[in-house]
């Protein structure tokens, strides 16, 4: 792996981008512009929610940015090896995108950088995915399973799909684990539950670096245990709420998300 400084990391990261035809844009401001739904810019995802609902990106359809965050919701845990209250969050926008490649081009960008640029082992690299929901109308994520699947298959590892981690952990070879909306879906206001009309948000599908390779066989991604640590998440945010309303039965919300 190559070791680098944090200024080298983000030219790394920039040059990288803009080799395969994104622009750099500069950083948002730590204070939410038109959007009330945080006191802070919490995450690099948030500044460009309208040129994802629809809104002309003056630079472009596909940019590059290493966005500025402070993030208070995990206060908590500040201290342990991966949660900080003020960090950067880099990362790669396409506005516009084709439906039919566009996982397959983030995930070959992504992929390609941590494992040819920055030398990674893919050998320590772990995934977690979108399992779906009948309840919500939501799908799963078949396509990136499959795209992650080919690229473990390229470099010789077998992608090995654990759809029942919370039980098994990394025992059966997990390389690719399921979870629910808990901890593979991204918007602003959290679960598709707590989406309002109109709020986009899609699955995401994390990527995690092994720190301690033959440890505990039950630790997973979404553990409390610091085996794991998150360096990536891709987010597709194909969905968008479309109506929220009360089953007059039995009295509970009933989420309509349909693809966008």
Not at 66 to 93: A, N, P
Not at 186 to 198: C, Q, T
């Amino acid at each position: 792996m190559v070791k680098m400084t944090p200024d080298e990391l983000r030219k790394s990261y920039i040059d990288f981008m803009k080799g395969i035809g994104a622009s750099q844009v500069p950083s948002s401001s730590l204070l939410p512009e038109n959007d009330p739904s945080t006191l802070f810019t919490g995450s690099g995802m948030q500044p460009m929610v309208p040129y994802l609902l629809g809104e002309k990106h003056p630079i472009g359809n596909e940019i590059a940015n290493i966005q500025k965050c402070l993030r208070t919701v995990d206060i908590d845990e500040v201290g342990d090896t991966s949660h900080l209250t003020f960090f950067e969050m880099i990362g790669r926008w396409e506005f516009k995108a084709n439906e039919n490649n566009y996982k397959k081009k983030q995930i070959d960008a992504i992929w390609n950088w941590h494992i040819i640029e920055l030398g990674i082992d893919p050998g320590r690299l772990y995934i977690s995915a979108f399992i779906g929901s009948d309840d919500l109308n939501i799908q799963k994520d078949t396509e990136a399973i499959q795209i992650w699947s080919e690229k473990f298959k390229s470099v010789g590892i077998e992608p090995i799909i654990e759809d029942d981690p919370y039980q098994y952990g990394a025992s059966r070879g997990g390389r690719i684990f399921l979870y629910d909306e808990k901890e593979n879906w991204w918007s602003r206001a959290g679960s598709p539950l707590d989406m309002p009309v109109g709020e986009p948000g899609g699955p995401d599908s994390e990527m995690f670096y092994d720190l301690e390779p033959g440890g505990d066989s039950l630790d997973h991604p979404a553990s409390v245990s610091e085996r794991f640590l998150e360096i990536g998440n891709n987010v597709f945010m194909c969905y968008k709420k479309r109506r929220h309303r009360i089953c007059k039965k039995c009295k509970i919300p009933i989420l309509i998300m349909e693809a966008d």
